[in-house]
């Protein structure tokens, strides 16, 4: 017999269960870790009002101080590979307050990030009103590529009622900040506003549905 038939075919390797590869399987995280990852850090950003005072009475300033800053840190790291500006600005705000907190020894610093939030959003919003397209057009048009000229409407008044809130929930944002207790602020600005906020989603969505149901000339 010749040598090509007596050799031995060598097994062909096997890839790893699910079609995850070699890297993943060493323990390098993959696209659902990193998913996993930034939504973790969003929603300990969004609690950020309802953490300071636990952070504060167990770790101190100095702790509360580092650790946030080190939350902001790991925020900006999930977010390079993030288009969207917005996050990765909530994350640098949130990293100079704290740094301004540790620096000055108040934590009166970290009261100002639901005012300045509200204040670039209210930036965002009323600047699509100004140079166009609003931003709930952008959101609609996501679902929707063509909308009839009474829904471009419709979306500019919704952009201008979030501009509306924004303002009037920055200037409680700032109330708090300047003249109530911390718990009151961390109340407020860590469940109130979003409540507030949650209602006026649906309110609007609710609206929308109307709206749609409405018979056009």
């Not at 038939?5 to 590869?21: D, K, M």
């Not at 990293?95 to 009166?108: D, K, T």
């Not at 509306?164 to 860590?190: E, M, P």
Request: aromatic share 10%; hydrophobic share 55%; charged share 15%.
């Amino acid at each position: 017999m010749s040598a090509a038939r007596v050799r031995r075919r060598e097994p062909t390797p096997r890839r790893p269960p699910g079609g995850a590869s070699r890297r993943q399987v060493r323990g390098i995280p993959g696209p659902g870790m990193k998913g996993a990852t930034t939504l973790l850090g969003a929603m300990l950003v969004a609690a950020f009002p309802l953490l300071l005072p636990l952070a504060l009475y167990n770790f101190g300033l100095s702790g509360a101080a580092a650790g946030f800053a080190l939350l902001a840190l790991l925020r900006l790291l999930t977010l390079r590979a993030v288009g969207s500006a917005l996050p990765v600005a909530l994350a640098a705000l949130l990293l100079a307050l704290a740094l301004g907190a540790w620096a000055s020894g108040s934590e009166h610093w970290f009261r100002f990030y639901p005012v300045l939030v509200n204040a670039l959003l209210l930036g965002l919003f009323a600047a699509s009103l100004w140079r166009g397209p609003p931003v709930a057009e952008r959101l609609a048009r996501l679902q929707e590529a063509e909308l009839p000229p009474e829904a471009v409407a419709y979306t500019r008044r919704v952009t201008q009622v979030w501009c509306a809130f924004f303002a009037v929930n920055g200037a409680i944002a700032l109330w708090t900040a300047q003249a109530a207790s911390l718990q009151t602020w961390s109340l407020y600005n860590g469940l109130i506003a979003y409540l507030l906020m949650g209602g006026l989603f649906a309110g609007e969505w609710l609206l929308r549905q109307r709206v749609r149901r409405r018979p056009h000339a």
